[in-house]
């Protein structure tokens, strides 16, 4: 039987997991997305390069609402402050999300060139605009939001929306929209062929360059002028749900202690980086042969940079810059003992049934996506 402080890593490991999932998979459409205008010059092969995500873009998304679910149920009092911090930039993805559903599915209704251009333009926006804004939060993570709670625990959030988008957070945004260009490209450079499949290799190599650029410059912001978060005393991993009894200190490159104490975590960044590099030199030399290779190395990289970030504010997960002492925790932001056991035992059943069908979709629906294709199901493809 796994005690209460056991439990509340796991549920940090899961909700980790569930976000890597998201990312590499509905990450992999939203690059789609933001390559579609660039990489394909006409309404054919423009439709070529959304028949390759049409399949799957919408079970992806089930990893994202199942991760809110989790974070919902898990943390609470993150799920809440979180929206009362990032509320308009909340309704901001939320809003681009929308574009997404129906441009895939009302771009092809009408045979109008125009119509189609402009839903086009609407799945880049959908795609790209939920890209930097989850970048841009992750940024504002690491600087700290900033909240605090009353006695009564309730929250108030200081911050305005254009606080937002500060420079370091701006950057991570840059880092987010990179990674995900790399990753549609790899797998238009893996489902597509002929002159999409060459821009395609083209754009990921230009999004390698720059998501490796920004990461590093990141890195190095993060070791010398971004403050991180360190608990003194008062934080009991095993105790209730107390975020504000701890005693917290900022302190500058603090973000960096996890790896500087167990320096085996120093691999995710340096595979990260890695692995980027290894999808842009398959991409510039051996896109042909391996291009399924470069689409897992940019897979890991995605699933890399998140581990990343959650390895650096461990065990944070919403710092408070206003009041560091308010700042969450996964020790002391958490859901009761049973609520945390009850969708253990949910979570236990429900992922391998996703993860399942999620392998079988992609498994059924493998092919690469071509133009004479498209043109004999014209009636029946997006």
């Avoid at 209704?109 to 402009?118: A, G, L, V, Y």
């Avoid at 504002?140 to 606080?163: C, H, I, K, W």
């Amino acid at each position: 039987m796994l005690d209460y402080e056991t439990l509340k890593f796991c549920w940090w490991l899961i909700i980790g997991f569930l976000f890597i999932g998201f990312v590499v998979t509905d990450g992999m459409d939203m690059g789609v997305g933001g390559l579609l205008l660039f990489v394909a010059k006409t309404d054919l092969e423009r439709r070529v390069v959304i028949n390759t995500v049409g399949p799957h873009w919408d079970g992806n998304q089930v990893w994202f609402i199942t991760a809110a679910a989790a974070l919902f149920a898990a943390w609470p009092m993150v799920y809440a402050t979180a929206f009362s911090g990032f509320y308009f930039a909340m309704m901001l993805t939320l809003f681009a999300l929308f574009l997404r559903p129906l441009a895939f599915d009302y771009r092809s209704k009408i045979e109008s060139t125009r119509w189609r251009f402009n839903w086009d333009r609407a799945l880049f926006v959908g795609s790209m605009v939920p890209a930097l804004v989850f970048g841009i939060a992750f940024g504002n993570l690491l600087q700290g939001v900033p909240f605090s709670f009353d006695e009564l625990m309730r929250v108030t959030y200081t911050g305005s929306f254009l606080a937002l988008f500060n420079p370091f957070a701006l950057l991570s945004g840059v880092v987010s929209v990179s990674m995900l260009l790399l990753h549609g490209a790899t797998w238009l450079n893996m489902r597509t062929e002929g002159d999409i499949a060459k821009r395609s290799a083209k754009a990921g190599q230009l999004a390698a360059a720059v998501m490796l650029s920004a990461f590093a410059i990141c890195g190095v912001m993060i070791a010398q002028s971004i403050d991180g978060f360190v608990v003194v005393s008062g934080l009991d991993p095993s105790g209730l749900a107390q975020p504000t009894k701890k005693i917290v200190e900022l302190s500058r490159g603090a973000w960096l202690n996890n790896f500087n104490n167990m320096p085996l975590l120093w691999l995710s960044p340096i595979i990260s980086l890695l692995m980027a590099l290894l999808a842009a030199l398959i991409l510039r030399f051996a896109a042909n042969r391996f291009a399924g290779i470069a689409f897992m190395a940019s897979a890991l990289n995605c699933a890399l940079v998140i581990v990343t970030a959650a390895s650096a504010m461990f065990p944070f997960v919403l710092p408070s810059i206003s009041f560091p002492n308010h700042s969450l925790t996964m020790w002391d932001s958490v859901s009761s003992e049973y609520t945390l056991r009850l969708m253990l035992v949910v979570v236990a059943i429900f992922i391998p049934i996703i993860i399942t069908y999620t392998a079988w979709c992609y498994r059924r629906m493998w092919r690469t996506v071509t133009v004479q294709e498209i043109e004999q199901h014209s009636h029946t493809a997006y």
